[in-house]
């Protein structure tokens, strides 16, 4: 039985997913920080008959430890996953800089640093599938934001938008850099654009803000049901090559800062560090 699992498969596009792959009949690890909303893709499984292939795994992804510790549950749970998609994510474009407890500006720990963990601490369980896929989902395409190499915790000149930029670009690299350093592997990483899709997303925005997004909404969004249908298409046929980036269904050219292998590598020696003298 396929084994998909999905960081933020508790709510919008990664619950949209986890549903879908039910629907599949595949085995589905759903990670969110609210219990609630875990138990709510429950009941919605057992709906479909599917309470048995489902589970819910709780994690604050803002903590690496949590992130490292979800690697090992994954590990001693799956022989192996067919499909990780990285979905958790907490946009804070506005109010001061908040660290976690481990020392990181948040959108770089929760948007950022968990993909890095997961990424290369489930490679192990991912190599032996037969198509194994990594999908993160972010902006690529976008071309805002820059990794602040002198201050990538924005220590100094902090802004929530700018924390933002920083974590989509960090994930753009994040592929690249996974592609480039095995370049044999058979797992196959896509940085995904979806578009702008209508899920919950806004609640968490201030209240101005709020109402405008879900405003706009209306208008542009596409729905998370239609949405989720070119993801899937791209998780059960990637692309041959080791990386690729879409916006929706278009494939997006590997030009420019966002895809720079240099940087790429630069940025994955950086995050080696700061993940092992967390531990250390
Ligand atoms: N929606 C769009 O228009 C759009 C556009 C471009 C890119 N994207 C990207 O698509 C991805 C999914 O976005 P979405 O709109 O589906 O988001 P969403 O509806 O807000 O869902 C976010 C998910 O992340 C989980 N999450 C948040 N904080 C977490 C934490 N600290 N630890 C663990 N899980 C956490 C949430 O569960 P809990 O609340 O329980 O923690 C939820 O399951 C994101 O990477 C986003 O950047 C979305």
Redesign the pocket.
């Known amino acids: 039985m396929r084994t998909v699992v999905i960081?933020?498969?508790?709510?919008?596009?990664?619950?949209?997913l986890a549903l879908h792959y039910l629907h599949q009949g595949a085995r589905v690890l759903?990670?969110?920080?609210?219990?609630?909303?875990?138990e709510a893709l429950l009941a919605e499984a057992a709906a479909l008959s599917a309470l048995d292939r489902v589970t819910f795994l709780?994690?604050?992804?803002?903590?690496v430890a949590?992130a490292e510790e979800l690697v090992t549950t994954i590990k001693g749970t799956c022989r192996s996953v067919d499909q990780l998609v990285?979905?958790?994510?907490?946009?804070r474009l506005f109010g001061p800089r908040t660290v976690t407890p481990e020392g990181f500006e948040h959108s770089f720990a929760?948007?950022y640093l968990?993909r890095y963990v997961l990424s290369h601490g489930l490679r192990e369980v991912l190599e032996p599938a037969p198509r194994p896929v990594v999908m993160?989902?972010?902006?690529p395409g976008v071309p805002l934001g820059r990794i602040h190499w002198e201050d990538p915790q924005l220590t100094r000149r902090y802004s929530g938008t700018k924390a933002t930029l920083q974590s989509?670009r960090a994930?753009d690299l994040l592929g690249v850099a996974f592609a480039a350093l095995r370049p044999d592997t058979r797992i196959r990483y896509i940085g995904?654009?979806?578009?702008?899709?209508?899920?919950?997303?806004p609640?968490?925005l201030p209240r101005p803000l709020r109402s405008l997004t879900k405003a706009s909404?209306a208008v542009l969004?596409t729905t998370?049901a239609k949405?989720v249908t070119p993801m899937a298409h791209l998780l059960d046929e990637p692309p041959g090559e080791n990386f690729s980036a879409y916006r929706t269904t278009r494939r997006l050219p590997l030009k420019g800062k966002a895809f720079d292998q240099g940087a790429a590598l630069r940025l994955h020696a950086l995050t080696q560090d700061l993940v092992l003298r967390r531990r250390a």
């Open positions: 960081t933020g498969g508790t709510d919008g596009l990664g619950k949209g759903a990670v969110g920080s609210t219990p609630e909303k875990g709780r994690a604050d992804l803002t903590s949590a990285l979905c958790a994510q907490r946009y929760l948007a968990s993160n989902v972010g902006t989509f994930n995904y654009n979806p578009g702008v899709v209508a899920t919950g997303m609640d968490h909404f969004a998370v949405a």
